[in-house]
């Protein structure tokens, strides 16, 4: 009975750490990338991700939000979802989801006579997860701008780009 307590002891110590060090190392991230799809009330984002602790990362996600040129633009809801890789090569993911009006999409520059429109995209993040933890929280801040032309009369977004970061609680 002794030994079999030991060894349960024993397996314990050499199994928690390794448990409790599973989630990413990094609890924030500067985060890069692009708008690949939007309407009036939800815009969709990727892009890359490197943490405060050496993790990188892949990311995506979907904002819902009201109407943009509401006073203020709140954000209803969404999905936050990011894979990492530590630096000993440790692969997780961390995933949340947009706390109802936890947010706003605020405008910086309207981007007069179709010049480059900026927007401050902030929200907060909760049910936040990694593989091995659940119940945290976290925020998204992001600079967003679509860069424009007028061509033939009409103002063209070409491209919109995202620089920012987001943290989290584990």
Request: charged share 10%; hydrophobic share 35%.
């Amino acid at each position: 009975m002794k030994l079999s307590a030991l060894a349960l002891v024993t397996l314990a110590v050499l199994v928690l750490p390794t448990a409790a060090s599973a989630r990413p190392a990094s609890t924030t991230f500067t985060a890069t990338g692009y708008e690949y799809a939007f309407t009036q009330t939800v815009g969709s984002f990727a892009g890359s991700a490197t943490g405060n602790a050496g993790d990188t990362g892949l990311w995506n996600t979907t904002v819902q939000h009201d109407p943009l040129g509401s006073m203020p633009t709140y954000i209803n809801g969404g999905t936050f979802a990011m894979t990492t890789v530590g630096s000993g090569g440790h692969v997780d993911f961390v995933d949340g989801d947009f706390v109802h009006h936890g947010g706003t999409i605020t405008t910086l520059d309207r981007g007069a006579n179709c010049t480059n429109q900026r927007f401050q995209v902030t929200g907060r993040l909760h049910n936040v997860s990694t593989r091995t933890t659940s119940g945290g929280t976290g925020t998204f801040s992001v600079v967003l701008t679509h860069y424009r032309r007028s061509i033939l009369g009409h103002c063209i977004i070409y491209k919109a780009r995202v620089v920012g970061g987001v943290g989290f609680s584990y």
